[in-house]
C-alpha cells in the first residue's frame, strides 16, 4: 500500500557530446516502504512522454541512466527524461522523476569559409589595370560550434597564405574579410595567382579548414607591337612583277587574344 519514492523529484546532469554508447551518465534511487516483492522496485524511461528516439536507456533494476546513443550538441542541447519507478505489488504502484541532462558543447566542427568575388563581372578575374586597395573578394568565417555555443571561446584566426605581395586579407567585420589588391599587376610578368584562405579555431585541438582559390589576370592592351628587328634590309632586282615578295617582316605584341593581333 505504499508507492515508491525517488530521493530526489528532479535529477540534472550534464554530460559532454563526445559521450560514447553505454557511458554512465546518473543513477537515480527509490525507496518502497512495503517489505518482500511489494517493496521490490524496477525503473524503467517513459518513453511515451520522453526520450522516444531512445538516445538514454536505464538499468531498470540499479535505476543506472546510461547513453544509448551518440549525441551531437548541434542537433540538440538537453533532454528531459521522466523515469517511473514501480513496485512489484499485486497492484503496482509507481511514481516519477524527472531527469534533466545537458549536453556540453565540444571543439568538433572546423570553421567554415565561404567566398564571393566581387569583381564588376562577379568573377575570378581581375584586369591588370586593377588599382591597389580594389576588392577582389569577400570572405566569411563561421564557427558552428562558437554559433551553438555563445559561452564558447573559439576566437577563429583567419590568413591568406599566397598573393606573392599582390594581394592581401584585411578585416572588415567580425567574421568577414576583404581579399585586396596591394599592389599593381602585370599580366605579361605573372598571369595567375593562386591564394588559401585558412581558418583555424583555438578549441582544443583547434580546427582548421582551408579554401583554395586561383586569381586570374585579365589582359588591357598596354603593350605596343615590337618588330623583331629595327633595320631590315633586302636586295631587289631591277626588273621585278608587281606582287613579288621583297622581304618578310615580324612584329611581336606581348599583349593577350585580341589585344596582341
Do not use: C, W
Amino acid at each position: 500500500d505504499n508507492q515508491p519514492i525517488f530521493d530526489e523529484s528532479l535529477y540534472s546532469v550534464q554530460i559532454l557530446e563526445n559521450a560514447t554508447v553505454a557511458t554512465s551518465v546518473l543513477q537515480v534511487f527509490a525507496t518502497d516502504r512495503d517489505s518482500g516483492e511489494n517493496g521490490h522496485i524496477t525503473y524503467q524511461i517513459d518513453r511515451q512522454r520522453s526520450d522516444p528516439q531512445h538516445n538514454f536507456g536505464i538499468n531498470q533494476n540499479s535505476g543506472l541512466v546510461f547513453v544509448n546513443k551518440e549525441l551531437d550538441y548541434e542537433s540538440q542541447k538537453a533532454y528531459e527524461l521522466i523515469v517511473v519507478a514501480r513496485d512489484n505489488g499485486t497492484q503496482q504502484l509507481q511514481t516519477t522523476a524527472i531527469v534533466s541532462v545537458e549536453v556540453g558543447n565540444i571543439n568538433d566542427n572546423p570553421p567554415e569559409i565561404n567566398m564571393i568575388f566581387v569583381t564588376d563581372d562577379g568573377t575570378s578575374n581581375v584586369p591588370e589595370t586593377a588599382e591597389p586597395g580594389s576588392y577582389v573578394a569577400r570572405v566569411s568565417v563561421s564557427d558552428p560550434d562558437q554559433e551553438d555555443d555563445e559561452e564558447a571561446d573559439l576566437a577563429v584566426t583567419v590568413r591568406l597564405d599566397g598573393g606573392d605581395g599582390f594581394f592581401g586579407l584585411e578585416e572588415r567585420d567580425n567574421g568577414v574579410y576583404l581579399v585586396l589588391l596591394e599592389a599593381a599587376l602585370d599580366r605579361e610578368m605573372k598571369s595567375t595567382y593562386t591564394m588559401t584562405v585558412i581558418a583555424q579555431d583555438s578549441g582544443n585541438p583547434p580546427l582548421q579548414t582551408q579554401k583554395t582559390f586561383t586569381i586570374n589576370i585579365a589582359d588591357t592592351n598596354d603593350n605596343s607591337p615590337v618588330f623583331e628587328q629595327s633595320v631590315y634590309y633586302a636586295d631587289i632586282q631591277e626588273v621585278v612583277p608587281p606582287g613579288s615578295s621583297v622581304i618578310q617582316m615580324s612584329a611581336l605584341d606581348e599583349d593577350d587574344g585580341n589585344n596582341s593581333l
